[in-house]
């Protein structure tokens, strides 16, 4: 039998490595921005598609699905071809995969800026782009199978086992969170109410992190890794444990996210024992990574690349082992919602998914071009630069998060809240602040330091697009072959391994979803409780569209410093017409979830315009642009129709009336401004976003006073 002759195909792989240096020089940049909007606001310029809320999801987004994205699909096309000995399935449709996926990012670039979101977080795109990530990932899919299919090599090494889970996974995780009612062509209320949506968001945000950031990674980091050092891994046995058991485990954990709140305490529960367990294979793969150098750390005292690695590995590890510490419910009762977790979270995406990446792209370019790296003193430099940035970045984070959390829940020995007002300790952290964007600028300049290293390194070489390569064609299975292990006969089924693969996520997944979507008895209905108006359904959907969540939560935790501060805490009930969930993830400022009647229509009008105006030292940027567009009245039938449809009980035929309520409750707030002295028109959006602030909260009081 005479070897096969056929070409990689190193062209998508050039594709896909570019746009992750350009998206990843963006991605950054943007998050330098943001975080120096949150000490210094007017940064943004006073414009509407540039402030903190708005340009916060797009940073985000362009750094998981645009610099991590493009990294894995490079490192995937790469690895791929070369451990099943064949081409990419279909010249035509990687490159429909790559255009797509650019096409994707351009159109979040776009819409984010102009508000389009649905405010999940990490799943902020709105509807018609969500279908487009479907289709794009359906591509993605039929390639990689049809690669898989026609290879040379018999059994599927590990990496192929976490791209096919990373594959399976996430169309289930994208489908199950994108279930919204279109609206109109940019605008969709999430099917989801509440807790619900609540429980969904972070079973998928969780996951996005686990599926998205993490198993293609350890993928890559079993196929790289080896190929580097010039060594097999450490532990094939390890492997396949550490595989299983973080795919299985990892689905559970997302209730973490949820603690305190009105999600129902064995959902919780569940979320913290899993995570606690998660330990266990995140460290396996960790440990599997650092222990295949073992006896080769001569070689990475010398190789820039190897030392990459092995920062990206020791990042992981400890970003594995603080998420578990994080959902222990004293840990997480001063650590959620503060800086801590936006330290926790860059540790992960800086040092593992960051160093990860340049160390492939250092690996990788030189290769398809046949070359030698242009510069390896740039390359060490972007190494050191790039680890201070993270500990420039990270500690004072870690600081800010501790004293924020300690701060708020400090009382005097006469037994009352110490710092009552939030901006208190808004104003203690913001040197941590200015701390953090000089970390930032620290590895924002060895990324473009790299970009400049591989650019150099590409114009020295020249690109072998279609790579020769020969193997042996595909055995024919022997007896021996079909008396093999069951594992090793799962290894060389694809379609099996995917079946299996996908049963073992939606295990967690039923069990942890089914009885709170399904049962609505989970939730229980508090009669006070009414459908928001139309003009302060209309001022949710502005509040949503200013990004207002990404800095204020709207949920009180039953603890004494919070209902202190806030008020009484949450109940479940509250949220039945919430579509979507805006309870946050982080409090930039105070939480909002009793802001109704608190202050008067005035100090809101005046807050908004200027927030130094009410809260001298406020960080929040002006939202004057409130105060002179018009609030669009012509969808307001079809929003309440959508709702209707949701379940909230609006009487049928109302959207034909809506806009009457609207206009009169309107015109009441805007009397009421102009007996301050304040003179703004009644179709104004200030008025909208009013109406809705004077809303959050309400309910429970008039509850509490029909109670009596």
């Known amino acids: 039998m005479q070897p096969e002759k056929f070409y990689y195909d190193n062209k998508i792989v050039r594709n896909f490595g570019i746009a992750t240096v350009i998206w990843g020089i963006i991605g950054m940049t943007v998050g330098l921005i943001v975080a120096i909007q949150l000490y210094s606001p007017a940064v943004n310029m006073g414009n509407q598609y540039t402030t903190f809320g708005r340009i916060r999801p797009l940073h985000t987004n362009a750094v ?32 429909i995969h790559f255009w797509g996926w650019q096409l994707i990012i351009v159109s979040a670039v776009i819409t984010l800026p102009l508000g389009l979101t649905t405010s999940h977080e990490y799943a902020e795109l ?88 993490t198993t293609p990674y350890l993928g ?58 998660l330990i266990a294979p995140s460290w396996g793969g960790m440990i599997n990574g650092l222990l295949t150098l073992r006896g080769a750390w001569d070689k990475v005292r010398d190789n820039v690349i190897l030392k990459f690695m092995v920062v990206g590995l020791t990042a992981y590890g400890m970003a594995t082992f603080e998420g578990p510490m994080l959902s222990l419910k004293q840990v997480n009762a001063i650590g959620h919602f503060t800086d801590w977790i936006v330290a926790h979270v860059h540790v992960g995406a800086l040092g593992w998914n960051g160093f990860l990446t340049f160390a492939i792209l250092y690996w990788l370019i030189p290769r398809i071009y046949k070359t030698e790296l242009f510069s390896k003193k ?119 391994m995917m079946i299996a693969a996908l049963l073992v996520i939606l295990v967690g997944t039923f069990i942890e979803l089914m009885p709170t979507l ?11 409780v009414k459908p928001y108006t139309p003009l302060e359904l209309q001022g949710r959907d502005i509040y949503i569209r200013e990004g207002c969540s990404n800095c204020h939560s709207q949920t009180v935790r039953p603890f004494r410093s919070e209902t202190e501060r806030y008020g009484e805490y949450s109940k479940a009930g509250e949220f039945v017409y919430d579509h979507p969930f805006l309870w946050g993830s982080k409090r930039t400022g105070p939480d909002l979830a009793r802001e109704g009647g608190k202050y ?95 809303r959050l909260g309400t309910d429970i009081k008039a509850n509490k006073t029909a109670a009596k």
Request: glycine residues 6%; contains cysteine; aromatic residues 16%.
């Open 64 to 95: 998981i699905f645009a610099f991590v994205g493009n990294a894995i699909f490079m490192g995937v096309y790469y690895s791929l071809q070369r451990l099943l000995k064949a081409r990419m399935f279909s010249d035509a449709l990687s490159r």
């Open 126 to 213: 709105e509807w018609p782009i969500d279908i487009a990530i479907t289709l794009i990932w359906v591509v993605f899919g039929i390639n990689m199978f049809g690669t898989i299919f026609k290879r040379r090599e018999r059994h599927l090494y590990v990496a192929i086992w976490f791209y096919i889970a990373t594959f399976v996974t996430i169309a289930v995780l994208h489908i199950v969170n994108s279930f919204e009612l279109p609206v109109s062509a940019f605008k969709s209320y999430m099917v989801y109410a509440g807790v619900q949506d609540a429980l969904v968001q972070w079973w998928y945000g969780h996951n996005a992190v686990a599926f998205f950031l």
């Open 220 to 277: 890559m980091m079993y196929y790289f890794l080896p190929k580097m050092a010039n060594r097999p891994i450490y532990s094939y046995k390890l492997s396949i444990l550490h595989f299983w058991a973080l795919i299985f485990i990892y689905i559970w954990a997302g209730p973490h996210h949820l603690l305190y709140t009105t999600l129902p305490g064995w959902a919780q529960s569940l979320g913290v024992a899993f995570s606690i367990m």
């Open 378 to 496: 740039l390359a060490s430099f972007h190494f050191w630069i790039g680890t201070l940035g993270i500990l420039f970045y990270a500690v004072p984070m870690y600081w800010a998060g501790f004293t924020q959390g300690l701060m708020l829940k400090e009382f005097t020995p006469e037994g009352i809240l110490k710092y009552p007002a939030f901006l208190e300790t808004t104003m203690r952290i913001l040197p941590m602040h200015v701390m953090r964007s000089v970390g930032g600028t620290l590895y924002l300049l060895g990324v473009i330091i790299m970009a400049y290293n591989l650019c150099r390194t590409a114009l020295q070489g020249k690109l072998v697009a279609n790579e020769p390569a020969q193997a042996m064609p595909l055995p024919v299975l022997t007896k021996t072959d079909q008396e093999e292990k069951w594992y090793r006969v799962l290894e060389r089924k694809p379609i099996q």
């Open 518 to 528: 399904t049962i609505s008895s989970n939730i229980p209905t508090i009669a006070a």
């Open 600 to 694: 008067g229509n005035a100090w809101h009008y005046n807050h908004l315009m200027d927030p130094r105006l009410m809260s001298p030292g406020s960080i929040m940027p002006n939202y004057d642009w409130l105060l002179t567009q018009n609030l669009d009245t012509a969808t307001t039938a079809a929003k309440i129709k959508a709702m209707r449809t949701l379940g909230v009980p609006y009487p049928e035929g109302y959207e034909k009336m809506a806009n009457l309520d609207l206009q009169k409750q309107e015109k009441e707030i805007a009397d009421n401004l102009y007996n301050d002295h304040i003179k703004v028109k009644n179709n104004k959006e200030i008025i909208a976003v009013i109406a809705y602030l004077q």
